[in-house]
């Protein structure tokens, strides 16, 4: 008789992280940047890792369905969204303290899905 609890699956990514390959899950990616061809990738614990890929490649593997794209080089996962400034330099705050910037051409959609809700 099999009495271990039942695991809960959630969604993982093969990283590598200070040259280590670890399993990550997707819901602990706080937020994402563009670096030209690669992104770089921010962790709840504070790690930072670099993927050989492009922002928008990125977030296909990633499924995009966790993650709001809110300027042409960034991509939040909206778990850690704290707020944002709908300024004339708009921005979004993290649940860490970190601001990233709000594009004009994204900041529509991104006001838009919050009206949905």
Do not use: W
């Not at 707020?83 to 004339?88: K, R, V």
């Amino acid at each position: 008789m099999n009495t271990m609890p039942p695991q809960i699956n959630y969604p993982e990514i093969l990283l590598t992280v200070a040259g280590e390959q670890i399993f990550v899950q997707i819901e602990e990616i706080m937020y994402l940047e563009a670096k030209g061809s690669y992104t770089d990738i921010y962790l709840a614990d504070g790690q930072k890792c670099r993927i050989s890929k492009k922002l928008k490649l990125a977030l296909k593997i990633l499924n995009a369905d966790y993650f709001v794209r809110i300027h042409h080089s960034y991509a939040l996962n909206l778990k850690y969204l704290a707020g944002f400034c709908n300024g004339d330099s708009a921005s979004v705050k993290l649940k860490d303290g970190s601001q990233l910037p709000l594009s004009r051409s994204r900041k529509t959609d991104f006001l838009s899905f919050f009206k949905r809700l």
